[in-house]
């Protein structure tokens, strides 16, 4: 590969990286399994190293994923909370127990434990009592959560037994049980929410409610694997599990002492085809080695143990007939194929429907009417489908064509360069895409209406509401006498309808629904604009400087404004009393910072990369992105990257560290 082609290839790399892992941690919605998603990054890892030209510190591959809220307190973690290597065959299993002898020598023992998919928490006690649960965040700061770890009833709030040490730590794995998962889901059906994609997800989701009450009806359990720490307590980890679970804590007992490799490999297919069968989710199995006098020999990398991996279970398959093809039509045209399956049983579920994403997959998989089709579930409600059985494909069965036309209003579908959807372009007249903006408006992230999907479909339908702004315009008397209406429910919409009047402005901005501007985007601008008649007025270059807005969402924004049936979208809006301002956010705290630009880079320790600019702004200061012969100091934490670093030396940029810029400030931070 020359270094142009790892360059093209490095990029697309990120790019695809970058939205998986919103979807992933933001959304909490991944579109691919965590197998496909480690193959990407493995990619562009092993390309970054090849090349490291094309170093970035902003690359997915430094990215330990943050689960960090701003609403929790967060605090460093004693230990780092590093993540497992993985492996995904017995081959790389063999190098592992290869490097571990090549140390240690060939007197290894492993203990082989379940890879719980839920979400790892660390909690500490003191004199026997829960002190505080923080979750991993970015690995070296966690969110502290313990008012909600405190629901979870079984976990130990005052240990009993013996040997317990004054202060520790103990790691385990917040999940939620299948059966418990399955009963949320139905509930939320029932109230038309929108269901979570996986246990994990639905785990990771309660843990971050605000409301510990609401996270206690929900029927979580914590499962203990680690007890980390430099103090000797146990000669092996198969003890100090023993320990954890003498003192209270829920372990579980699937564990095994293997004392060969080959015993590994056992447990290994023995789980992977008995994973069915726990009442709870695992995607895989850890090995760790078992003497902690040897774990402390081996040591650790950067991000991982060297005494412990994983073998990560490929996801689970089934077969089945590919009935028909519809085609979704969503808020912003977007056209999506769904296959249509005899209903076949899989991974728990039975699955009668199942994503094909757009043209180009089918086209690549050449997947026709008929075809006995492979459906895959990873972490996505929606199982997708990963290839076809040829040998059992109809003589006469033809290619399969994607639609021209859009299925709801007829309309000739376009293709974007450069992306993979069709769109239907008829973004005024197309009735999901009204709806879905509509639904989009009222969502809760936005204006937070109560109204089901059903009430929006039934508005649209009496041609009450065609646009958002409608809404505001409803009228008590005609709405009671709707089907499905009542007196009562016609006053909650209109009340619901009317609070929503509140709603700060980010959010408003928010709810137009305009093209990649989602909640923190929205955020950032309304911050910077502080009102919508300027931020309409803004150009390109205004824009861009807003942190974290680049040329696609400036052009976005421009696109939008300079139609005139938004602008007068947004005027109706304005009329029916909606926020179109507000208060500048921070309060500032001086101006010694005054004309100071700062780009920030790497890990810190005492405040977060978002706190620090905010201090930044509070004194005054400016926040960028990138370095330029503008910026005037590098504020740099632990690994910052190379090429930033070699850019501040060639302009001659100061850098400091999080100390020195934390003494340049008038009161301690
Ligand atoms: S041991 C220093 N054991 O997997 C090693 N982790 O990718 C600490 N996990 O963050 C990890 N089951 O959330 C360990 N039996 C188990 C586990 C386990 C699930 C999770 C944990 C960790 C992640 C590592």
Redesign the pocket.
């Known amino acids: 590969m020359t270094p142009e082609q790892a360059q093209i290839r490095i990029n697309e790399l990120r790019k695809v990286l970058y939205q998986h892992n919103y979807k992933y941690y933001v959304k909490s919605e991944p579109t691919i399994s965590d197998f496909e998603y480690d193959l990407l990054i493995n990619e562009l890892q092993t390309l970054e190293s090849t090349f490291p030209q094309f170093d970035d510190e902003n690359s997915p591959s430094r990215r330990v994923g943050s689960d960090l809220n701003r609403e929790f307190e967060s605090f460093t973690h004693r230990y780092p909370?590093?993540?497992?290597g993985?492996t995904y065959n017995r081959e790389e299993l063999t190098e592992f127990d290869l490097r571990v002898k090549k140390v240690v020598g060939e007197d290894v023992r492993y203990f082989c434990?379940?890879?719980?998919?839920?979400?790892?928490v660390a909690l500490t006690y003191r004199n026997g009592r829960l002190h505080r649960a923080l979750t991993?965040g970015d690995g070296t700061r966690g969110d502290d959560v313990t008012h909600n770890i405190r629901t979870i009833r079984s976990i130990p709030l005052q240990l009993q037994g013996e040997n317990i040490p004054p202060e520790f730590e103990i790691?385990g794995?917040v999940i939620l049980p299948a059966e418990g998962f399955e009963k949320l889901n139905a509930e939320r059906e029932i109230k038309s929410e929108p269901q979570f994609a996986n246990p994990r997800n639905a785990a990771s989701g309660t843990l971050k409610m605000q409301n510990s009450s609401l996270v206690a009806k929900r029927p979580l359990d914590c499962?203990f694997?680690?007890i980390?720490g430099e103090q000797q307590l146990f000669q092996t980890q198969h003890e100090s599990l023993e320990a954890a679970r003498s003192w209270g804590f829920k372990v579980p007992g699937y564990n095994l002492l293997a004392h060969s490799i080959k015993e590994v490999f056992d447990f290994m297919d023995h789980w992977e085809s008995a994973r069915d069968k726990l009442p709870f989710e695992?995607d895989g199995v850890?090995i760790?080695v078992d003497s902690i006098q040897l774990q402390k020999q081996l040591g650790f990398t950067a991000k991982?143990?060297r005494w412990?991996i994983?073998y990560k279970f490929r996801a689970e398959q089934a077969t089945s007939r590919l009935l028909s093809i519809d085609f979704q039509v969503g808020r912003t045209g977007a056209v999506t194929p769904v296959a249509n399956l005899e209903p076949v049983r899989l991974a728990g579920t039975t699955v009668k429907r199942a994503s094909l994403h757009n043209a180009d997959q089918i086209a690549l998989l050449d997947i026709r009417l008929g075809d006995y089709v492979y459906v895959e579930k990873g972490g996505e409600i929606i199982p997708k489908i990963v290839g076809v059985d040829r040998d059992r494909r109809d003589a006469d069965s033809e290619p399969f064509h994607f639609i021209s036309t859009c299925p709801e209003c007829n309309t000739n579908l376009i293709r974007r360069e450069d992306e993979a959807a069709h769109y239907c372009p008829n973004d005024i007249g197309c009735p999901p895409q009204i709806k879905g903006r509509i639904e989009h408006f009222i969502s809760r992230k936005a204006m937070e209406i109560n109204a089901a999907e059903a009430t929006i479909e039934l508005l649209f339908r009496k041609g009450l509401v065609k646009d958002a702004s409608d809404l505001y315009r409803l009228d008590f008397h005609r709405i009671k006498n709707l089907e499905r209406f009542g007196e009562k429910s016609a006053r909650n919409l209109l009340k619901s309808i009317e609070s929503s009047r509140d709603v700060p402005f980010p959010r408003v901005l928010y709810a137009l629904g305009i093209r990649y501007v989602g909640e923190t985007v929205a955020r950032k601008l309304a911050e910077a604009f502080l009102s919508m008649d300027r931020l309409m007025i803004a150009d390109q270059e205004s824009l861009e400087q807003v942190d974290e807005i680049g040329e696609r969402i400036a052009q976005s924004l421009l696109s939008y404004f300079s139609e005139e049936r938004n602008l007068q979208l947004v005027e109706r809006l304005k009329s029916a009393g909606l926020q179109m301002e507000m208060e500048s956010v921070t309060e500032m705290a001086s101006e010694i910072l005054a004309g100071k630009s700062f780009v920030i880079s790497g890990v810190f320790v005492q405040h977060s990369r978002e706190e620090l600019k905010t201090i930044i702004g509070q004194h005054g200061g400016k926040n960028s992105g990138s370095i330029s012969a503008r910026t005037d100091y590098i504020l740099a934490g632990e690994n910052m990257g190379p090429s930033k670093y070699q850019k501040a030396q060639k302009l001659g940029i100061s850098i400091i560290t999080e100390e020195q810029f934390l003494a340049m400030l008038p009161q301690s931070h």
């Open positions: 909370m590093l993540s497992l993985n434990e379940l890879k719980y998919d839920g979400v790892a991993r790691r794995e499962l694997y680690y980390p695992i850890v760790k991982t143990p412990a994983s």
